[in-house]
């Protein structure tokens, strides 16, 4: 099971991974831990990534970023019409009336539903964590803003499903950075003590959270959530855009709005800009060469004209710090720190606006690019049985209060809040119905100013094969609803209670019965709460909220009462009833299905293509390294006629011609067919380079062989204990590998560079080898050991060792390193090659 979290962010995503170490943020294939959210379509497969953000100005059509807000709106949608006309790619209302976009893939005009685009950079997430992890990934956990909507989060489920990843929750960003911070700390105040409280405040490149939450020893409880959901670094990067557009545009006559290519690169000058501004307050160059018509332009700004100019946006800092305090009933001394991520919480405007709110300064401590990748992978490791981690449990909230519509059997339309605004979820509750027909619940937002996202519809939930009990009266129908681990809001289960009579005579069971059926239900409950307590722990209000039943229909009061109360004679069952759900915006399964193959096929032709690419890379580099080697190291070793280099010419000119385009095979045969006539030239000069010192080292040995026989025959005591015989046969094998060296080297010497050598250094290896497999057993032979008389071997007590008497007795010093082996027991040099 993998342990993965991704930040899914509105331009930059990051991946953190759970290693034995602990939580680790990895990097893609370019060494960076930021994955840009931009994905490039071409004719021959798709660029994901860094790749696909180098292609944002060359191939702006058909490059996709800015698409995180799309999730869940239809095409109508007021957000997505105004997003619509800053987009260089195109968007297309899709036939569901959700929103499309429109790309020139593998030479045709496609359109891709925002999950299969999120899905597909998800594809290049996964990959980064399966390298990183090498192992295949499939569990993860996953961002989205806390304000993002059931449709908005559906959506991004199906992207993960898409991706073949199997997404174990959907975390509030906000949440899973007060989790990567509230994890770790080791001082939180005790389970019954007061708890500490901090904001978290995340400003990225399109939205603005913030979060208010309590912590105790192990536990997180996220007391309020408030957002400008359009506050972001984006919004910094437009008033800078439109200041230069006028700016350029009077002072060089120049529309750039009219130019998608030239708006795109001022929108990256000015990103650049922003970001030096951060750092310096004096005045900074605006300058971008050949920007449009071939015009140059230049300009300036500064720190405090940069601000004056946002004046507006800052202003929109403090609404939401203010109202988490409101919503969470504290005040700013109740607040124990502020902790500050996302890229745009750089701004020094931004921080001094938010620490002058508080009336303190803000931490950093987190890392303000990387904490909500490391909260989602805590998360997962949390979820995970394979991991080990510190008991924490999280309670977040559901930012919008949600309620259900139905009618009444007669008819009048009634509603219930079923969730208020900050309810603790996951959760769960049971609502109680009368009915004698299937019935529709209609779920919705119910305060849709709050909400930013123009359909309040959640979705309807028919609930069927409900019918009268056998007397005609209305039947008992059990609803379950839930906020579920993701943040979606569902009617999970539904149970129809059957009222069965029974004769005076009959066993009065009845209420035991019936019991045990109220019973059931309640375990029901409790095994669910079981379940969502492994990521939360209510407190104790909430927890009895969760097993509170409400009688929804209100109408239907009068048959509240169980209809055969009175003679409690009666047997009861429950029959689970299905639910038909239409949810907003949902994609349907086979559509998911046939999205899951294609993003399956997309993925094997951008591996082909990459491997087709590879081979063209490996017969362009292998020319290039040639070439270069043909005039400097393998000059001496090429023989006159020059058709090799003749060779490398033509492959290159075909390179840029006929051959810029061709199948992986013809790749990989041209290579081959280049490489059998570089081989020969490389092996030569391999052979030249390793030669000499095979020589040298083969010439090193003979002679410390000679050496060794020269003092046998000078009768060195060294070599006194050697069997004459034996020193006979080294002196002839070293003989004979003399006179087989000598004659390689002479012929060697004498032959051209430019043909293959006479003796090839592995073979002066072997030879060495061989005569050291004789030679060195008899040279090393060791010296039989001297018997010492028993007294001499015990050291007297009294007088310690004898110095100078306890020595191995043969008083020879050892050679010198290099020189001929000795063949004293302890000092001889090992003379093996190998
Ligand atoms: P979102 O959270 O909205 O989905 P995101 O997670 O991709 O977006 P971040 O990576 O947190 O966003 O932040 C990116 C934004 O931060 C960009 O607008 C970028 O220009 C801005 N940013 C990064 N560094 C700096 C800096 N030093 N000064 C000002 N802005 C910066
Ligand atoms: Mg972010």
Known sequence: MSVVGIDLGFQSCYVAVARAGGIETVANEYSDRCTPACIS?????????????????????????SFKRFHGRAFSDPFVQAEKESLAYELVQLPT????????????????????????????????????????????????PCFYTDAERRSVMDATQIAGLNCLRLINETTAVALAYGIYKQDLPAFEEKPRNVVFVDMGHSAYQVSVCAFNKGKLKVLATAFDTTLGGRKFDEVLVEYFCEEFGKKYKLDIKSKIRALLRLYQECERLK?????????????????????????????????????GLLARVEPPLRSVLEQARLKKEDIHAVEIVGGTTR????????????GKEVSTTLNADEAVARGCALQCAILSPAFKVREFSITDLIPYPISLRWNSPEEALSDCEVFPKNHPAPFSKVLTFYRKE????????????????????????LVQKVTPQTDGSSSKVKVKVRINIHGIFSVSSASLVEVHKFDENEEPMETDQHAKEEEKM????????????????????????????????????????????????????????????????????????????????MIMQDKLEKERNDAKNAVEEYVYEMRDKLCSV?????????????????????????????PKQIYIDKLAELKTLGQPIQARFQESEERPKAFEDLGKQIQQY????????????????????????????????????????????????????????????????????????????????????????????????????????????????????????KKLPEMDID
């Open 275 to 311: 970001k030096l501004m951060s750092a310096n307050a004096s005045d900074l160059p605006m300058n971008i060469e050949c920007f449009m018509n071939d015009i140059d332009v230049s300009g300036t700004m500064n720190r405090s004209k940069f601000l004056e100019m946002c004046e």
């Open 634 to 662: 393998y000059e001496k070793f090429v023989s006159e006629d020059n058709s090799f280099t003749l060779k490398l010419e033509d492959t290159e000119n075909w390179l840029y011609e006929d051959g810029e385009d061709q």
């Open 522 to 601: 309640q375990v029901d409950e409790e095994q669910q709460k079981a379940e969502e307590q492994q990521q939360t722990q209510p407190e104790n209000k909430a927890e009895s909220e969760e097993m509170e039943t409400c009688q929804a229909d209100s109408k239907d009061k009068k048959v509240d009462q169980p209809p055969q109360a009175k003679k409690a004679k009666v047997k009861t069952t429950t029959v689970d009833l299905p639910i038909e759900n239409q949810l907003v915006w949902q994609i349907g399964k086979d559509m998911l299905n046939l999205f899951i193959e294609n993003e399956g096929k």
């Open 706 to 825: 000679m050496k060794a026989v020269h003092a046998f025959k000078a009768k060195d005591e060294l070599y006194e204990h050697l069997d004459e015989a034996d020193v006979a046969k080294v002196e002839k094998s070293t003989n004979e590998a003399m006179e087989w060296m000598n004659n390689n080297l002479n012929l060697q010497n004498k032959r051209s560079l430019t043909l293959d050598p006479v003796i090839k250094a592995k073979d002066i290896q072997s030879k060495a080898k061989e005569l050291a497999s004789i030679c060195n057993p008899i040279v090393n032979k060791p010296k039989p050991k001297v018997e010492l008389p028993k007294e001499e071997q015990k050291p007297t007590e009294a007088n310690g060792p004898l110095d100078g008497q306890g020595d191995t007795g043969s008083g020879t010093q050892p050679p010198e390193q290099g020189s001929a082996p000795t063949a004293t027991d």
């Open 438 to 461: 299937p019935f529709t619940l209609e779920a919705y937002y119910s305060s849709p100013k709050e909400l930013p996202y123009p359909d309040p519809a959640i979705a309807h939930f």
């Open 347 to 358: 701004i020094p405007a931004v921080k001094e606006k938010i620490s002058k709110f508080f």
């Open 97 to 144: 009336g959700s929103t499309g976009i429109k790309a020139m893939y593998m030479e045709e005009e496609r359109n891709f539903t925002i999950e299969q685009v999120t899905g597909m950079l998800l594809t290049k997430l996964k990959e980064t964590a399966e390298n990183a992890l090498k192992k295949p990934v499939v569990d993860c956990v996953v961002s989205v």
């Open 41 to 65: 379509f071409g004719p021959k497969n798709r660029s994901i990534g860094a790749a696909a953000k180098s292609q944002v100005i060359s191939n702006a059509k058909n490059t996709v970023q």
